[in-house]
């Protein structure tokens, strides 16, 4: 079974920082690419950020130049570090794996339960 969590949420300050973790969990055999998403209320999930198995990273044009995502895939980890944060920026972040587990021959995508983001004065 594959789980994936993150954590790193909370309130913060405009102009503050967050850093979010993606951890993945369970009997993998390889985890290729990762995406943070987010949704704000009201709005559709929006593609925020992600990173290939070999680390070449994209990223939306809202957060270009404040926030970086990287991996670690010995820890099983993609954190999304959030720089000079915006109340716009406000919304439940969301981790999306593709993932195979050992034993099965093709990749499929897991979801986190999302982490909440919260820009504010």
């Known amino acids: 079974q594959v789980q994936v969590v993150e954590s790193g949420g909370g309130l913060v300050q405009p102009g503050g920082s967050l850093r979010l973790s993606c951890t993945v969990s369970g009997s993998i055999f390889n985890i290729y690419a990762v995406t943070w998403y987010r949704q704000a209320p009201g709005q559709q999930r929006e593609l925020v950020a992600d990173?290939?198995?070999?680390?070449?990273?994209k990223y939306s044009d809202f957060v270009k130049g404040r926030f970086t995502i990287s991996r670690d895939n010995v820890k099983k980890t993609v954190w999304l570090q959030m720089n000079n944060l915006k109340p716009e920026d406000t919304a439940v972040y969301y981790c999306?794996?593709?993932?195979?587990?050992?034993?099965?021959?093709?990749?499929?995508?897991?979801w986190g339960q999302g982490t909440q983001v919260t820009v504010s004065s």
């Open positions: 999306n794996a593709d993932v195979q587990p050992t034993g099965v021959g093709r990749s499929d995508d897991y």
């Open positions: 990173i290939t198995i070999d680390g070449r990273t």
